[in-house]
């Protein structure tokens, strides 16, 4: 059974970059039926897709997000991983990686990432 | 930027009856549409993609149709662990989650 588990700080300070890493078990990466990605929720609020790439590193960014977002994927860990630069507190959020092909169908349990100094 | 409506808010309801959710889109997406639950303090779980499949292990109370910028989620008889959020989603423009609906208990 395919599993996902978010990892990274927990707390991030203001202008810094905020960086999570996706680890996924019961099946490779390494598939090109599959795209993987980043989907965020602000507390009490709704869901909001980050971006998402492929097992050869092709990247698709949300546009409001693209010029402070960078991923890749690490194949031989079977990971992928998001790096958001200059966070501002409105960036605090759960974070959640997910696997999609017609859908984002398996996710991983999130994160929750706070912007604070 | 494709941008996706719910409607309405919240839908206040009781067990056993039948919940119509709509969600709009301000382009087409075709049939490229999805629709996931949310539970208070859970992961969004995947309920029914390409507009009219249900995920696997969804039950068949759970529907979807709809074609281009109008869509509906029914839920033919709510049970009780229907309670919670829906959100479309499309993915023939990058990926875009509406806003959401709350099913409530009336």
């Known amino acids: 059974q395919l599993q996902l588990q978010e990892s990274g700080p927990g707390l991030v300070k203001p202008s810094e970059t905020l960086s999570l890493t996706c680890t996924v078990s019961?099946?490779?990466?390494?598939?090109?039926?599959?795209?993987w990605g980043w989907i965020r929720q602000p507390p009490g609020k709704g869901l909001e897709w980050i971006g998402s790439l492929d097992s050869s590193g092709s990247t698709y960014k949300n546009p409001s997000l693209e010029s402070r977002v960078t991923m890749s994927v690490d194949t031989s860990k079977n990971q992928f991983s998001l790096m958001l630069s200059s966070v501002t507190a409105a960036d605090t959020a759960v974070f959640y990686c997910?696997?999609?092909?017609?859908?984002?169908?398996?996710w991983g349990q999130g994160t929750m990432v706070t912007v604070s100094s | 930027e494709i941008v996706l409506t719910q409607s309405p808010a919240t839908l206040s309801l009781s067990p056993g009856e039948r919940a119509t959710l709509s969600c709009r889109a301000s382009q087409s997406v075709r049939s490229y549409l999805a629709w996931y639950q949310q539970k208070p303090g859970q992961v969004p779980r995947l309920l029914i993609y390409?507009?009219?499949n249900r995920a696997t292990g969804i039950p068949a109370r759970f529907s979807g149709s709809g074609s281009g910028t109008d869509f509906t989620l029914t839920i033919s008889s709510l049970e009780p662990e229907d309670f919670a959020v829906y959100y479309c989603q499309q993915r023939i423009n990058g990926n875009t989650f509406g806003p959401g609906t709350k099913v409530d208990i009336k």
């Open positions: 019961g099946g490779p990466i390494r598939n090109s039926f599959y795209y």
């Open positions: 390409d507009t009219s």
């Open positions: 997910a696997r999609s092909r017609d859908a984002f169908d398996t």
